[in-house]
T-cell receptor, first 114, second 115 residues
């Protein structure tokens, strides 16, 4: 198994509160990604990082911010959580040396916004 | 933008039989990779098979094989000798340099294996 740890694994929070999800890797991979998974949509990219302090937006980035101050950690923050952000969040990592390299996924974080 | 479409939300197969899951994609690029991921009820994402766009030979991994039709932009997954453990959600995914090297996923196909 790829060394990816997501925390927390489960969280229930109230609308309007800030939430931070953490992804920690032990593989020293350059690329890290945050996806969300919702029924009927597969996995959709929120943000990704191609190095320390280098991040870019994905297709569903509104309402989310990210930070990467160390190679091993990629944080996803919901500044003011909304019910539409109830989802399962997956972190993924990849070493970019060829597109065929495997992207490894964490086990997911279940977030419920009430 | 690249898009990936899986037109079969649900499929079922009898144990030991063969099933084919469909995937089509839209791109103007010539260099890319295609993937099939399996997601069992545990929600873990497991890579099943990958295909390089520049290779004409279809990828094979044990009971899993693909039918890659580049001109038609089609990438189907064939599972032979289906087993109960194959029951899962299957996602087709696309990756290229111009998409930021990230994966773009289809909506998924839920596969049921009947004993």
């Amino acid at each position: 198994d790829a060394g990816i740890t997501q925390s927390p694994r489960h969280k229930v929070t109230e609308t309007g509160t800030p939430v931070t999800l953490r992804c920690h890797q032990t593989e020293n991979h350059r690329y890290m990604y945050w996806y969300r998974q919702d029924p009927g949509h597969g996995l959709r990219l929120i943000h990704y990082s191609y190095g320390v302090k280098d991040t870019d937006k994905g297709e569903v980035s509104d309402g989310y911010s990210v930070s990467r101050s160390k190679t091993e950690d990629f944080l996803l923050t919901l500044e003011s959580a909304t019910s539409s952000q109830t989802s399962v969040y997956f972190c993924a990592i990849s070493e970019l040396q060829g597109l065929g390299n495997t992207i490894y996924f964490g086990e997911g974080s279940w977030l419920t916004v009430v | 933008a690249q898009t990936v479409t899986q037109s079969q939300p649900e499929m079922s197969v009898q144990e030991a039989e063969t099933v084919t899951l469909s995937c089509t994609y839209d791109t103007s690029e010539s260099d890319y990779y295609l993937f099939w991921y399996k997601q069992p009820p545990s929600r873990q994402m497991i890579l099943v098979i990958r295909q390089e766009a520049y290779k004409q030979q279809n990828a094979t991994e044990n009971r899993f094989s693909v039918n890659f039709q580049k001109a038609a932009k089609s990438f189907s997954l064939k599972i032979s000798d289906s087993q109960l453990g194959d029951a899962a959600m299957y996602f087709c995914a696309y990756r290229s340099e111009t998409s930021g090297s990230r994966l773009t996923f289809g909506e998924g196909t839920q596969l049921t294996v009947n004993p």
